[in-house]
């Protein structure tokens, strides 16, 4: 499995971004994006099952953030909308996502990661 992400960069607050993960190989059903901020561990930030009828977000990001799917492609997006300050980190697409307490903690298969930086 490779994933490889883009589409970050550096955006002023209450800005957008999408980000993009394209999959190759044999991937897991769900999908997933996680983030890691300076100095703080990885952390979950939405998921998506195969048929996108299933989508998890983590509390920080919802009714900000959506994550959706274009199987065709092999192709998970991140749409941010509202970014704030505290949400600049490197993203991580993951496949293959493995779960502690019912939340996604961590992933078989990682992307490269992407940084997203937002100013205020």
């Known amino acids: 499995v490779q994933l490889q992400a883009s589409g970050g960069g550096l955006v002023q607050a209450g800005g957008s971004l999408r980000l993009s993960c394209a999959a190759s190989?044999?991937?897991?059903?769900?999908m997933g994006w996680f983030r890691q901020a300076p100095g703080k561990e990885r952390e979950f930030v939405a998921t998506?099952?195969?048929?996108?009828?299933?989508?998890s977000y983590v509390d920080s990001v919802k009714d900000r953030f959506t994550i959706s799917r274009d199987n065709a492609k092999s192709t998970v997006y991140l749409q941010m909308n509202n970014l704030k300050p505290e949400d600049t980190a490197v993203y991580y697409c993951?496949?293959?996502?493995?779960?502690?307490?019912?939340?996604?903690?961590?992933?078989?298969?990682w992307g490269q990661g992407t940084q997203v930086t937002v100013s205020s």
């Open positions: 190989g044999r991937t897991f059903n769900s």
């Open positions: 993951a496949n293959g996502l493995r779960y502690s307490g019912g939340v996604p903690a961590s992933a078989e298969y």
């Open positions: 998506i099952s195969w048929t996108s009828s299933t989508k």
